[in-house]
Structure formats: structure tokens, C-alpha cells
Nanobody
Framework: QVQLVESGGGLVQAGGSLRLSCAASGRTSSSYAMGWFRQAPGKEREFVAA????????YFADSVKGRCTISRDNAKNTAYLQMNSLKPEDTAVYYC????????????????????WGKGTLVTVSL
């Protein structure tokens, strides 16, 4: 079992930046791929970004590519999502996720999701 706790959400003006953190606990969490998904009001949950267990590979949704970076510090069992140039349409609850499966491409997590989920942190971007 892996437990995930997000932090760092809040209210930010358009064009601003936020860094989300995800603290993971569990014996093997450092060997899991990790990712971020989001769910805007009235919309389905969507993939944002994923990172391989060792941080060597990353993958982003087209909607955030070039504006976000994902990273992890396995010594701290923490993953991060740095979001820049935020837009009102980035407003959503952001969920951290983790998965023990290894795919040939991180894009599989965009299609199939991940196994473990945090409870989410709200990001609100105002005009």
C-alpha cells in the first residue's frame, strides 16, 4: 500500500506559478512511477504529467507541456509539480498518483490511470 498526501495548492493570479508537492509513504513507493492528474469542476479527471521511478523519464499532457515540470526526490519520498504561466483553465483539484506497473512509455498512464491516489489539493487561478 502507498499513501499519498498533496500540498501546495492555493489561489494564484493568471501568469503566476505554484509548486505542488506529494509526500508518499509505503515501503516500495520509491520504486513506483508517480504522476499528477486534475479534475476541473464539471469535468472528468484528466492526466497532467508522469515521472518514472528514477526520475529519468517524464511525460506531459499537451495542455501543460512547456509550462510544467515534474520531478521527484526519492530520498524524501516526494514528488513535485512545478506549474508556471498558469491560466484560469488550470483551475482544478490536482491529484497525486502512484503506480507499480512499468510500461514502455509513460503515456500508458495517461490512458490507463494509476493505482494509488491522494485526496487532492485545490488550485484556483484567477484573472
Amino acid at each position: 500500500q502507498v499513501q499519498l498526501v498533496e500540498s501546495g495548492g492555493g489561489l494564484v493570479q493568471a501568469g503566476g506559478s505554484l509548486r505542488l508537492s506529494c509526500a508518499a509513504s509505503g515501503r516500495t513507493s520509491s520504486s513506483y512511477a508517480m504522476g499528477w492528474f486534475r479534475q476541473a469542476p464539471g469535468k472528468e479527471r484528466e492526466f497532467v504529467a508522469a515521472i518514472s521511478w528514477n526520475g529519468g523519464n517524464t511525460y506531459f499532457a499537451d495542455s501543460v507541456k512547456g509550462r510544467c515540470t515534474i520531478s521527484r526526490d526519492n530520498a524524501k519520498n516526494t514528488a513535485y509539480l512545478q506549474m508556471n504561466s498558469l491560466k484560469p483553465e488550470d483551475t482544478a483539484v490536482y491529484y497525486c498518483a502512484a503506480d507499480p506497473r512499468v510500461y514502455s512509455s509513460l503515456s500508458y498512464y495517461q490512458r490507463y490511470g494509476m493505482d494509488y491516489w491522494g485526496k487532492g489539493t485545490l488550485v484556483t487561478v484567477s484573472l
